[in-house]
């Protein structure tokens, strides 16, 4: 978008967020072709993050003995979500994200269904530094932390024949899940940052010093 209003390439730095990465510990599992999945959801319950999508999507798959766990302060649309849901399906409701370690050793592949134009989404960063795959929507931000087939898998956004295709991709063989490539160090650490912007703002500065 900012290439596009003539800004040139040389003005433009991106910068990731930071993490604490020693927060969250990497394990990454393995699955046969008979594994039963949990997939997850973690953050904000509001339409853009595309929650209902997802529910509608899981609930064509009923009884296959996969489950979904939506973690996510729901309490003022429970009962809207509870009428979409599937027997499947768990809403775990608000969570600390100081237990995010904990809530990602419970998920086999996180689903980021977001419809708008997220930038940077903290949620895909850290499944990356847990190791956990994660499936989104081919747009924005999300579409630039996660390659198709490589460190995830993408789906048409607001299109819930293709999330149901890639969740039935995923259930039909969960050994492509064995494939992908999730590197906890393309995450970056919350100091690694601070000290690139610092660096970056003395270089603007004209090479002067901070403390």
């Not at 608000?94 to 996180?110: F, G, P």
Request: overall charge neutral; some cysteine.
């Amino acid at each position: 978008f900012i290439r596009s209003l003539g800004v040139p390439e040389s003005k433009i730095v991106s910068s990731k967020y930071g993490f604490d990465r020693t927060a969250i510990t990497y394990r990454r599992k393995t699955y046969t072709k008979d594994s039963k999945l949990t997939f997850g959801y973690t953050g904000r319950i509001i339409p853009v993050k595309g929650v209902a999508l997802l529910l509608e999507a899981f609930k064509r798959f009923e009884g296959r003995g996969h489950r979904l766990l939506v973690f996510g302060d729901d309490s003022s649309v429970r009962p809207y979500l509870k009428r979409r849901a599937s027997s499947d399906t768990h809403l775990m409701g608000s969570y600390d994200n100081q237990s995010i370690d904990c809530i990602l050793d419970r998920i086999d592949v996180l689903v980021v269904p977001s419809i708008w134009l997220e930038n940077s989404p903290l949620v895909i960063q850290e499944a990356f530094l847990k190791g956990v795959p994660v499936i989104t929507s081919d747009l924005g931000g999300m579409a630039e932390l996660v390659k198709h087939g490589v460190n995830g898998l993408l789906f048409s956004p607001g299109d819930v024949r293709s999330l149901s295709d890639t969740l039935k991709m995923v259930m039909d063989d969960p050994t492509l899940l064995n494939r992908l490539i999730i590197d906890p160090h393309t995450v970056r650490d919350g100091v690694e940052e601070a000290g690139s912007m610092i660096g970056l703002y003395n270089k603007l500065l004209g090479g002067g010093t901070t403390d």
